[in-house]
């Protein structure tokens, strides 16, 4: 079965139009989006912990978010994709043995980021590469193709200290490197201009995540088709839409609440 989505999870960043993920943090919303025809559900990290009261940076534990993951798979058999942050462990056996958990649990992708957690600071690139090179041999022992969507926060906050010069080809050198190590997709937050896009995706084979989280309704589809035509081929809400949801929440009770 997972292998089964695992397939059409790959399938679908190959697809005529790029997939479009409206990202998800509970069995609620799970349940939300796979009824308006979602053809797959991935999480966002960020929402799932603010939701939980928490701030994002793998402040739920790793126990926590595969109980999310199991209510979430019990609403919906969608492929799912799940925001693994940075990888909750710095050991290879650890990282090893979260994929496997995952795995068990129907997760046929996972996001994961090449920042170090608490330190805003990017890791080294051979040593992200060998990591992903873990999760591939743990995804292959359980027999599933796992989709490994490297994140690289060159353009995000952990980038920060980069020279504007030197990020497109600092991005390019990861993707190729992530690349060579398993990885099947790249993922750069903070790039949101349809030609910075359209560079990177001209410079690798692998497909382009670029994320979306602060567009108004009425602009979207037009944003959607810049985003395609840049050659994105996957496009996420990030947590987007869970802010969405609280400001819609925020503005009717706000009609109903005396000030």
């Not at 991005?171 to 190590?181: K, V």
Request: hydrophobic share 45%; charged share 20%.
């Amino acid at each position: 079965m997972s292998q089964d989505q695992a397939a059409v999870f790959h399938a679908l960043h190959r697809g005529e139009t790029p997939l479009v993920l409206f990202n998800v943090w509970d069995a609620v919303s799970a349940r939300v989006i796979a009824e308006q025809g979602a053809e797959a559900l991935a999480t966002s990290s960020w929402a799932m912990a603010h939701a939980m009261g928490l701030k994002d940076g793998e402040a739920m534990t790793i126990d926590a978010v595969l109980q999310q993951v199991g209510e979430i798979r019990q609403v919906s058999d969608l492929p799912l994709s799940v925001d693994l942050e940075t990888g909750y462990s710095e050991t290879p056996t650890g990282l090893a043995e979260i994929i496997a958990r995952l795995i068990d649990q129907g997760v046929i992708g996972i996001n994961l980021e090449d920042q170090k957690i608490g330190a805003a600071t990017l890791r080294p690139c051979a040593e992200q590469a060998r990591r992903i090179e873990i999760i591939r041999a743990a995804a292959e022992r359980a027999g599933v193709d796992l989709f490994i969507n490297a994140r690289t926060d060159v353009w995000f906050f952990a980038g920060a200290a980069l020279p504007e010069e030197t990020r497109l080809p600092e991005t390019t050198r990861r993707a190729a490197a992530y690349g060579e190590a398993g990885a099947n997709g790249i993922f750069v937050p903070g790039v949101t201009a349809p030609a910075q896009l359209a560079e990177i995706a001209a410079a690798t084979p692998l497909p382009v995540n670029a994320m979306v989280s602060d567009v108004a309704q009425e602009a979207l589809p037009d944003r959607l088709r810049e985003l395609a035509a840049a050659g994105v081929r996957r496009i996420s809400t990030g947590p987007g839409s869970y802010r969405a949801m609280l400001a819609d929440l925020a503005m009717r009770c706000g009609q109903f609440t005396p000030r």
